[in-house]
């Protein structure tokens, strides 16, 4: 046998210590809740928020504000100079808020003004303009991918587990046609996404559908910590970072189904022999080596991701890395004891051992 | 164990298989011998790896629709004129509707039965007006309307297809997508600014006669006789600009682009550029009588509303040939014979979206993406080595296995492989020993429960499948959906997470058992077994 980390019979008590967890989440949540707030929300990228980006990578090091200085004359509107990737990179960002002058004209603009002001060699890298109609499409775009995943995943989880599908149909129903109504009022894409999740919650608490309570729970803690972070970090939301969000979602979601199946094998197992806590802990305890163990080798990879990959993916490394913590935390610190609270599921005989 | 050896065919098959299909992605693999046996192509890259344009392109309908009704308009006064009818010039009323006056009210029927016959216009109101006029109000059917819609967004893309043709870009992609927009693809492209204007231009070229006798201080202040309309002569400067100023043309076109069979570049005494047209037989027969007719008079050259030179016609021009002079760089020559070689768009297009990507960045993506894989890719190599021995050296081999499946599946379905795409592979690395680790967990509980190695292995595999199916479907839902509602980039990374979640479920469930059972075979059941 190779090595372990977790000794075998190792029995931690993580729903007695729960509401240290409980604290540590909410002042998470909240300091992030707060950024946003602060903030005026999230800080869209241009994906959403429409504009131009222009990326110059310049051959020595140079000053952000030598840079801006350089450009300032340009009057472009809403203009942002800030450096991008690692230290030795020199690779700095231009952004406008405007999407209305051509690029053509932008790059020309760039390109003479940069060079009659800096008195080195530089390159454009790259550069993207999103329109302002197209901004507010990608926005609701991501939106519904945001709801959908949800959605899905919260029926496919009170299905697969509670053998509840006609539950999970009608929590889907109810969530669709709770969303439209909201959707005819025009309200923005946030609060539709917390509308959405508050009907999603609501309707698994209503319905007793407690495991996918406990996961969508989890996930929602998640994705709010990841989105917090991001703003108290004053990072950028742009597609990529959406993509970051639901592979977070994916990744928190299969980490807490790994710990529900053991709480469903172990409830059928040990019923009447031993209380719901007890089993959950035990649960918790038995995958406990395969959580930390998944867990590090997937980080591992994402610090190669965030510290190797180049300016283009950091920030969508940076999201990774946050989420794929928390994730990992949830599914132990979260889930289960949000399932522990609302008790087990009212059917767990009624399902087929496959 | 008699399925062991049918399993391991099947291993051995997909394998072989997605080997096939990988192995063109190699650099050296492709050109040689054993690329051309060997199917496919190997992996595309999107244009965040290989440098590129990505557009979306937004198709100007209501001047589409505004184009068109104004030729059906032309049209119904045509074949009105044919039947002895007579009425007003049409004007345009809204995107579906044209306003026409018939001079002599006792024509009505006639005038009905043309439109009947004729158009598609159907009689919205019919006015009297005073000195026996009557004021028609006609408008087309929605179907003609959203035929109208498809023909034009078909021919926009022909057109820029054309014209992206011409311009010689190797593996263009030009979709349609909702809400009359285009997307367009140009990989590995150096001048995007270039690229766009070709584009982007409408390229409408029309030939209309300069009005000399009108006075330009009152046509300035918009005092214009009937038929005639304001526009801008083009001059170009010493420092490249053009410089405009103001001529009065007749309103109605006497030749158009239509008639364009061919635009070459050409150089005149003095080396300038200028562009040379050809006419179709058509053109030619009208621009023979049309020069005849108009001996001494100016003729404007339209493009896009702008006059780029108006010559006078010193006499009778036959042979269906005429040029576009302009002082004009080779280069804005040659893009100007490009864009009227591939005929003009249907209605003008607006850049909504743009993103364009330098090859170096690119090609740094690559080198830091490639390099990020490597080192995480051997951490996690040693760690399951180091931590499940036996176990990890199985877990690193179908670990491999899986990289190289993921390769081969995104070459065989033609996918595009991004930026997100290689971190989505880096993803399924470490998330493709989660089924591994889930495995081996369940066997050091059943060894700890006192099992032997044979009978671990088999409960360890059976309990932890149901397990990694429930885990992985969620995590492919989420790559559904990001597929379905991302575009480019995440599209790709959707792709690989997919398409990892499904090869890393082959490799660790099937594939690694397979090893398992091969290493049990021949040996006691009371062999030791290191996981």
């Given amino acids: 046998m190779g090595l372990q980390i977790i000794k075998p019979n190792t029995n931690l008590d993580f729903i007695g210590i729960r509401k240290v967890a409980f604290i540590l989440s909410a002042i998470l949540i909240l300091a992030g809740l707060g950024s946003l707030l602060i903030k005026g929300g999230p800080k869209y990228g241009i994906d959403f928020a429409g504009g131009m980006i222009v990326q110059v990578k310049i051959d020595k090091a140079t000053d952000v504000n030598a840079i801006k200085d350089a450009v300032d004359e340009l009057k472009l509107p809403g203009l942002i100079v800030q450096s991008l990737g690692l230290e030795g990179d020199h690779e700095y960002l231009i952004r406008t808020s405007s999407s209305a002058i051509s690029s053509e004209e932008v790059r020309a603009k760039i390109n003479t003004a940069l060079s009659d002001n800096l008195g080195t060699s530089f390159e454009i890298q790259r550069l993207e303009m999103v329109g302002p109609k197209v901004g507010a499409d990608l926005r609701s775009q991501a939106l519904e991918a945001l709801f959908y995943a949800v959605l899905l995943i919260a029926v496919y989880i009170s299905g697969r587990f509670e053998q509840r599908w006609t539950a999970a149909a009608v929590m889907a129903a ?15 894409m946030g609060w539709l996404i917390l509308v959405a999740l508050v009907i999603t919650v609501g309707l698994c608490w209503y319905l007793k559908l407690n495991y996918a309570l406990g996961a969508v729970a989890a996930l929602i803690h998640d994705v709010i910590i ?10 950028e939301f742009d597609l990529t970072i959406i993509a970051a969000l639901l592979t977070i979602v994916g990744y928190s979601l299969n980490d807490t189904i790994i710990v529900f199946d053991r709480i469903r094998e172990n409830t059928i197992a040990k019923q009447g022999k031993m209380s719901f806590g007890s089993i959950i802990n035990l649960s918790v305890n038995q995958t406990l080596s395969r959580t930390i163990m998944t867990s590090a080798t997937t980080l591992l990879v994402v610090l190669c ?19 794929i913590t928390v994730g990992t935390y949830s599914s132990i610190f979260v889930a289960s004891p949000v399932l522990y609270g609302f008790g087990p599921s009212e059917h767990p005989e009624a399902e087929a051992e496959a | 164990m008699q399925s062991l050896r049918l399993r391991a065919a099947i291993a051995l098959l997909v394998v072989l298989l997605g080997l096939a299909f990988m192995l063109p992605s190699l650099p050296g693999v492709k050109d040689s011998s054993l690329g051309n046996i060997l199917p496919g192509n190997g992996i ?24 068109n009704l104004a030729r059906l308009g032309d049209d119904l006064k045509a074949s009105a004129r044919e039947q002895d009818v007579y009425i007003l010039r049409p004007t345009v009323l809204n995107e579906s509707a044209i306003t026409v006056t018939l001079i002599k009210a006792e024509q009505k029927d006639a005038f009905e039965s043309v439109i009947k016959d004729y158009t598609p216009f159907a009689i919205e109101q019919a006015t009297p007006l005073d000195g026996d006029k009557v004021k028609y109000v006609l408008s087309v059917p ?32 030009i979709r349609k997508q909702q809400d009359n927009r285009i997307q367009v693809q140009l990989p590995g492209l150096e001048d995007p600014e270039r690229a766009i204007k070709i584009i982007g231009q409408t390229a409408h070229l029309e030939f209309k006669m300069v009005d000399d006798s009108a006075d330009l201080k009152k046509a300035q202040q918009g005092i214009l006789a009937p038929g005639r309309e304001m526009s801008v002569l083009l001059h170009r400067q010493a420092n490249g600009s053009y410089a405009e100023s103001p001529i009065v043309l007749k309103r109605d076109a006497v030749l158009t682009g239509e008639y364009v069979s061919d635009a070459q570049v050409r150089l005149d005494q003095w080396n300038n550029a200028y562009v040379a047209l050809t006419f179709n037989a058509r053109g030619a027969k009208i621009f023979t009588d049309l020069t005849a007719e108009n001996v001494n008079k100016r003729m404007a050259i339209v493009l896009d509303g702008k006059v780029y030179s108006a010559p006078v016609i010193r006499e009778r021009i036959s042979g269906g040939k005429a040029s576009i002079t302009g002082n004009f760089t080779r280069e804005e020559a040659r893009d100007l014979a490009v864009v009227l070689r591939a005929g003009s768009l249907p209605a003008p297009v607006t850049i909504l979206e743009q993103r364009s990507v330098g090859p170096s960045l690119g090609q740094e993506s690559i080198d830091s993406g490639v390099m990020s894989a490597m080192v995480g890719m051997a951490l996690v190599l040693l760690c399951m080595v180091v931590y499940y021995g036996f176990g990890g050296v199985v877990a690193d081999i179908v670990l491999l296995l899986n990289i190289m499946l993921i390769m081969g599946g995104l070459a065989a379905f033609g996918a595009t492989l991004t930026l997100p795409g290689i971190a989505g592979i880096i993803l399924t690395i470490g998330m493709a020993v989660d089924a591994n680790v889930i495995i081996y967990e369940r066997i050091r509980e059943e060894l700890r429960r006192g099992l032997s190695a044979k009978q671990s292995v088999a409960e360890g595999y059976g309990r932890a499948t149901l397990t990694i199916l ?20 995440i599209r790709g990374f959707a792709v690989t997470l997919t398409l990892g979640i499904i090869t890393s479920m082959f490799t660790a469930i099937f594939v690694s058992r397979i090893l398992f059972d091969l290493y049990l075979k021949n040996r006691a059941d009371n062999a030791k077994l290191s996981v």
């Avoid at chain 1, 990841?226 to 990072?235: A, P, R």
């Avoid at chain 2, 309307?145 to 992609?173: C, H, W, Y």
């Fill in chain 2, 44 to 67: 595309n890259l999107g244009l965040d790896l290989k440098g590129g344009i990505y557009l979306t392109l937004g198709v100007d309908m209501k001047t589409a629709m505004d184009n």
């Fill in chain 1, 305 to 323: 991701l965030f510290v190797m990959g180049g300016s283009v993916i950091h920030d969508f490394a940076l999201a990774l890395l946050i989420g």
């Fill in chain 1, 226 to 235: 990841t989105v917090g972070l991001f703003s108290i970090m004053n990072k």
């Fill in chain 2, 470 to 489: 429930d885990a992985n479907v969620t995590t492919v839902i989420a790559a559904i959906i990001l597929y379905q509602f991302g575009t480019g980039p």
């Fill in chain 2, 142 to 173: 929605p179907k003609y309307r959203s035929e109208i819609e498809k023909l034009t967004m078909d021919q926009a893309i022909k057109t820029i297809r054309n014209r992206i043709d011409q311009f010689g870009v190797a593996e263009p992609d």
């Fill in chain 1, 174 to 188: 109810g969530l669709a046609g709770g969303v439209y109504g909201i959707g005819l009022l025009g309200l923005d």
